[in-house]
């Protein structure tokens, strides 16, 4: 079992900045997927970015390449999402999710390809 919990979100004015952490537990990650997520009020869960710890090979949803960097930290067995040039349409809860293994690229996307969830961390973006 792997346990997951997000922290670092918060308010923010537009164009701000925020480092998203997700620490696990239980198992080190060391050979999983971890990917970043986010749900808007009255919307779908959303893919934003994953990573696979055994290449370091990252991939992010399209219209968000250039302001956010996903990246993972072995000492601390956690992944994190930098976020720059905040807009308020990504206000939303950001989870943090992990999956056994190096997720093909078609799949990080796909919310089912994930064993494990946290419980998500608020982001909100506004003047």
């Known amino acids: 079992q792997v346990q997951l919990v997000e922290s670092g979100g918060g308010l923010v004015q537009p164009g701000g900045s925020l480092r998203l952490s997700c620490t696990a537990s239980?198992?080190?990650?060391?050979?999983?997927?971890t990917a970043w997520f986010r749900q808007a009020t009255g919307k779908e869960r959303e893919f934003v970015a994953a990573i696979s710890w055994t290449d370091n090979n990252a991939g992010y949803k399209n219209s968000l390449k250039g302001r956010f960097t996903i990246s993972r930290d072995n000492a601390k067995n956690a992944a994190h999402l930098q976020m720059n040039n905040l807009e308020v349409e990504d206000t939303a809860v950001y989870f943090c999710?992990?999956?056994?293994?190096?997720?093909?690229?078609?799949?990080?996307?796909?919310?089912?390809?994930?064993?494990?969830w946290g419980r998500g961390t608020q982001v909100t973006v506004s003047s």
């Open positions: 999710a992990a999956a056994p293994g190096r997720l093909i690229f078609s799949r990080r996307a796909d919310t089912s390809a994930y064993d494990y």
């Open positions: 239980g198992r080190r990650l060391n050979t999983y997927t």
